[in-house]
């Protein structure tokens, strides 16, 4: 009986192993097909090298030297392209860029378009070449092994290999099908910048100034950022309306001294309001908000008004601080119960003919029970409850646009209670921000934010990386639609100015999304004109 099982897993084990080579070996071949052999084109007068790759990097890049533009919500295959200019001279190709970029942009979409066939013809047909060899080598192994073991030829082989052979062109076949059926025609409004480019993004109110730098590797730089910033114009001029103001979301600012930062680039991208989802404090003692913190938040707010609400680190005691700071308005109510716990109630406001409501997070970091627990078994039926106990007399006939609270967990109970009733939920808590297929992804907006105080004290002395510093700018279309999003992570060090030849600025990322356009009665209209309505209970 033990013979037999031996035998039988063996025969499991050799099936399993003679399948594996049959798969990967191809998977290897077409992989390395597509890497060593890369399309090579002239576009604009620029050398391009167009390779593929095969599970490690999806969708659409262009690579240069001074960052990437990332596309990566093609479709649903693991296969990436990949651009990068060959030997370019970039003292050149940036001075005609800079001299008529919309001339120079045009030439270089019309010569790449021409040739995007002939590209997708040579790499499908060297991942096609790429299969043939992997299978061909399979089956050489194959036969070496019979060979060694003195197996038999086996009858049929010619059949048995053509069978593999048309498996093999079945699996393309359905593997095409399936690139094709999840084809995302709005690829490009979901996009990725890094390193310098991305960088470029924190200083769009100063370019001008930037690009006045007669340096060679500003004026190449300025050159690439104009062709990055007309191929983007294009994208927005397909459907995107005209912006009537920019919405900042910021969080977990855990007394990190980056307000000057935020207010550099709320100055840099004219916004006119500020969200801020809470965990101002640590321990939500009134000692921590000191005069100097505070004055960051009030300069920050001569900028632009904060809306801010109560995190899991903010007491009642930091919401009253924050509630005698000048231009900002705290929503939400926090109080403690008779129990020593935290009860919550939400609130609601206008602000630039938007209606913004918001409930604080109903607890406090080292209260006493689950108030101060930090296990999600516990923490997670809290944050539901109150929740749905805040909102239980909330009016059927009530939309919001924006409706903020600090945990994710929290706002997707939101959303649920006020099912469809939601545009777009706000929070924070987790220091990351939510992937950008999430943004969408259901009927409200979910927009999670990182922490925009990389960490601040919680993260200091712990063996781990801190957070980037992560915020993003939302705008707002004068019909009130939301259009766009762009999010930033900026790792280590921020850049503070627009000398982008310092190694900071390879340390950003700036995602841009294109939101659909959202259910918005007829009639509505946004504007700062409207100003912003005082605090009132939801009810």
Known sequence: MQELTRRRLRRVGEFVLRWALRIALPLAGASAMLHLFP?????????????????????????????????????????????????????????????????????????????????????????????????????????????????????RELRLRGRQLAASFAVLVVVAAYGAASYNPDWTKQSRLTGTLGALQLFPGQLRAYYQQRATAFDVVSGI?????????????????????????????????????????????????????????QFGTAAELSPGYVAQITSLTKVAPMIWLAGNHDSPTTAQIMAKIPGVTVLGGKTT????????????????????????????????GVYGADDDKLTDPLERGAMDHALQKVSEDDRFDIFATHEPVAADEIAKVLDGRVRQTNSGHTHKQNADSEVQGGKTIKLVEGSTGAGGLKEVGLEVKPSP???????????????????????????????????????????????????????????????????????
């Open 39 to 155: 399309y090579h084109a002239i576009a604009g007068g620029v050398r391009f090298k167009v390779a593929a790759t095969l599970f490690t990097r999806s969708g659409i890049t262009a690579d240069t030297t001074f960052g990437s533009w990332i596309f990566g919500n093609v479709d649903g295959l693991p296969i990436g392209i990949h651009l990068s200019p060959q030997n370019v001279d970039v003292v050149k190709m940036a001075s005609a860029a800079t001299a008529d970029p919309q001339a120079y942009v045009d030439s270089l979409r019309e010569d790449f378009s021409a040739q995007v066939p002939k590209i997708v013809a040579w790499l499908a047909g060297e991942a096609l070449l790429g299969v043939l060899l992997g299978l061909l080598v399979s089956a050489a192994v194959n036969l070496a092994v019979r060979q060694l073991r003195g197996l038999p030829r086996r009858e």
């Open 225 to 281: 950022a104009s062709i990055q910033a007309q191929l983007q114009q294009r994208i927005e001029q397909k459907s995107t309306p005209p912006t009537s103001f920019n919405i900042m979301y910021i969080s977990d600012m855990h007394l990190a001294g980056t307000y000057p930062l935020v207010q550099q680039y709320a100055q840099n991208f004219d916004v006119s309001l500020i969200i801020n989802t809470g965990d101002e404090s």
């Open 337 to 368: 119960d008779a129990s020593g716990g935290f009860a919550v109630t939400a609130q609601q406001l206008q602000a630039f003919g938007l209606h913004i409501a918001a409930i604080p997070d109903p607890r406090v970091y080292g209260a006493a």
């Open 469 to 539: 510093v992560a915020f993003s700018i939302e705008s707002v279309a004068q019909d009130c639609q939301f259009t766009k999003v762009v999010r930033f992570q900026v790792n280590g060090a921020a850049p503070t100015s627009t000398d982008l030849s310092t190694a900071d600025a390879q340390n950003v990322t700036a995602s841009t999304l294109y939101l659909k356009p959202q259910d918005v009665a007829d009639g509505r209209t946004c504007s700062t004109t409207q100003g912003i309505s005082t605090a009132a209970q939801l009810s």
